[in-house]
């Protein structure tokens, strides 16, 4: 019944733009925190960015900052994570995680979406 779906991943040039989207549907999307998570191969899972539920805070991978941007339209129960100035290390597997913390941890996964960097 939750669904977390993610899109707008595929290949890009290095200082190329994407921009992911993350529709979210199944539960009160403005009651939780939305996160942008990646995972390269061979490699942990790591934070990229993070938003709070009002969208009044954010938060970055020290390896992303400046370069993307997360956003979220609670009216259309989406998140979005613009990417700017691409490298070849952003090259991962991008999931979308909703997270509530009150009343009970929650945690919600999307399926993940490809994004290669690459010339």
């Known amino acids: 019944q939750v669904h977390l779906v993610e899109s707008g991943g595929g290949l890009v040039q290095p200082g190329g733009s994407l921009r992911l989207s993350c529709a979210a549907s199944g539960f009160t999307f403005g009651m939780f925190d939305m996160n942008w998570y990646r995972q390269a191969p061979g490699q942990e899972r790591e934070l990229v960015a993070g938003i709070t539920s009002t969208g009044g805070s954010t938060n970055y991978a020290d390896s992303v900052k400046g370069r993307f941007t997360i956003s979220r339209d609670n009216a259309k129960n989406t998140v979005y994570l613009q990417m700017n100035s691409l490298k070849p290390e952003d090259t991962a597997v991008y999931y979308c995680?909703?997270?509530?913390?009150?009343?009970?941890?929650?945690?919600?996964w999307g399926q993940g979406t490809q994004v290669t960097v690459s010339s």
């Open positions: 995680n909703a997270r509530r913390i009150y009343f009970g941890r929650r945690d919600y």
